[in-house]
């Protein structure tokens, strides 16, 4: 089995006239978030081996804040083509994952994020296909399992929605 974790960027600051967009870092809401995340990533033990991480500055600051609150530290490699990446390519360099890593996490922008967890999932809890359906909200995250020992083998709809936990839900679970 192979599980496959796909986090949006936390929120990001538009006030900021800090150059373009790939330098916009996350707004106050957003460096609340991401440990957030990050804590329930932990407590659900859903810690990856290795994080694919954009190289703009509101994923690096999101990926920071999450491995601030795991225990054991993945691996991280930053990935200039996810920054706005079309899921194909976001689905492509998933596919290219060594066959160790089990538990892969890639931190990415909309709207390629959540098109590639809506063409990866086939099958899932209800609740979770419905929210993810309807939005990929900032710091949301999705959990895809798939019944595969080689990333190389994960294809549309061959996914089954584990989960799908947004900051929200989160603070309504309190």
Known sequence: MRRLLLLRHAKSDWSQGVGG???????ARGRQAAPKIGAYIMQAELVPELILCSTSERTRQTCELVMAALKKGPKVRFEHELYLAEPETIINLVRDIPHQV???????HNPGIHQAASDLTGSGKAEASERLAAKYPTAALAVIDFATDDWSEIGPHAGKLDRFITPRLLAEER
């Open 21 to 27: 967009d790939h330098e916009r870092p996350l707004n």
């Open 102 to 108: 089990q538990t892969l996490m890639v931190i990415g």
